[in-house]
C-alpha cells in the first residue's frame, strides 16, 4: 500500500527558529514530492522535486529530496508568526496522472 | 490571473438530502482533481478527469458519489443521500496537464446534521 508519513505530526517554536520538516514514502514508481502550505483551507503550492539531491530554494524556505532513503525534508529558517500553518507533503506516481497522495501534515506553531 | 473557485464555501444539509458541489479550474488547465479532507486528517484523493478521456473513479468512497465535468472547465461533485460521515472539506484542483503541480481551490465545508 502507498503510504506517505510525515514528521513531527506537530511542532511549536518561537519567532527566529529554524525549523526542519520531515517526510517519508513507499510508493509503487515514485514520480516527484511535492509540499503545499495550508492555512486555512486551500492547500498553497510550495515546492514540487523530482530529482535527489538538488534543493528548492524559496526566500526562507527550502527543501531537498532524497530518493536513496525515500524522504525528503522542508527547511523554514528565521521563521514568522506568519509561517503558521499545516504543512503537507504529497507524492505522485509515474504510472497515473498525477493522483497524488498525502501525509497526515505537520502543524506548525510560530510564536511571537 | 483568477484561481480554482469553489462554491459553496460552506454547506449545511440534514442527513439523506443530496447535495451538489462545484469547481471552477483555471482557465487552459486540462487535469482536475476532487479531494476530500476530514477534520484533523490529510487529503484523500476522489476522482480525476483529463480532456475527453473517461474519469478515474478509483478513489470514490461509494456509489453515492459522482462527479461531472464539462469539457475542459466546470466539475461538480454530487453526494446523494448525505451521511454523517460525509462531513468534510471538499477540495478541487487543477494542473495545467497531469503531473504538473496542482492548484487547490478555497474548498467546499460540508456539514451533515
Known amino acids: ?112 | 490571473g483568477a484561481g480554482v473557485s469553489q462554491s459553496p464555501s460552506n454547506k449545511v444539509t440534514e442527513k439523506g438530502k443530496d447535495v451538489e458541489l462545484r469547481c471552477d479550474p483555471i482557465s487552459g488547465h486540462t487535469a482536475l482533481y476532487w479531494y476530500r479532507q476530514r477534520l484533523g486528517q490529510g487529503l484523500e484523493f476522489l476522482i480525476y478527469f483529463q480532456g475527453n478521456s473517461a474519469p478515474d473513479k478509483s478513489g470514490l468512497p461509494s456509489d453515492r458519489f459522482s462527479a461531472e465535468r464539462t469539457g475542459e472547465s466546470v466539475s461538480t461533485l454530487t453526494i446523494q443521500r448525505t451521511q454523517q460521515e460525509d462531513s468534510a472539506v471538499y477540495l478541487c484542483a487543477s494542473s495545467l496537464v497531469p503531473l504538473y503541480e496542482q492548484y487547490f481551490g478555497p474548498g467546499t465545508r460540508l456539514t451533515v446534521t
Open chain 1, 1 to 112: 500500500e502507498d503510504k506517505v508519513v510525515q514528521s513531527p505530526l506537530s511542532l511549536v517554536v518561537h519567532e527566529g527558529d529554524t525549523v526542519t520538516l520531515n517526510c517519508s514514502y513507499e510508493v509503487t514508481n515514485f514520480r516527484s514530492l511535492l509540499w503545499y502550505k495550508q492555512e486555512k483551507k486551500a492547500p498553497t503550492f510550495l515546492f514540487m522535486l523530482t530529482s535527489s539531491g538538488i534543493e528548492k530554494k524559496s526566500g526562507r524556505l527550502s527543501s531537498i529530496l532524497d530518493k536513496k532513503e525515500l524522504f525528503s525534508i522542508l527547511n523554514i529558517t528565521a521563521t514568522q508568526t506568519g509561517d503558521s500553518a499545516v504543512y503537507l507533503c504529497a507524492v505522485s506516481q509515474g504510472t497515473s496522472y498525477g493522483k497524488l497522495t498525502f501525509g497526515q501534515g505537520t502543524i506548525l506553531t510560530v510564536h511571537p
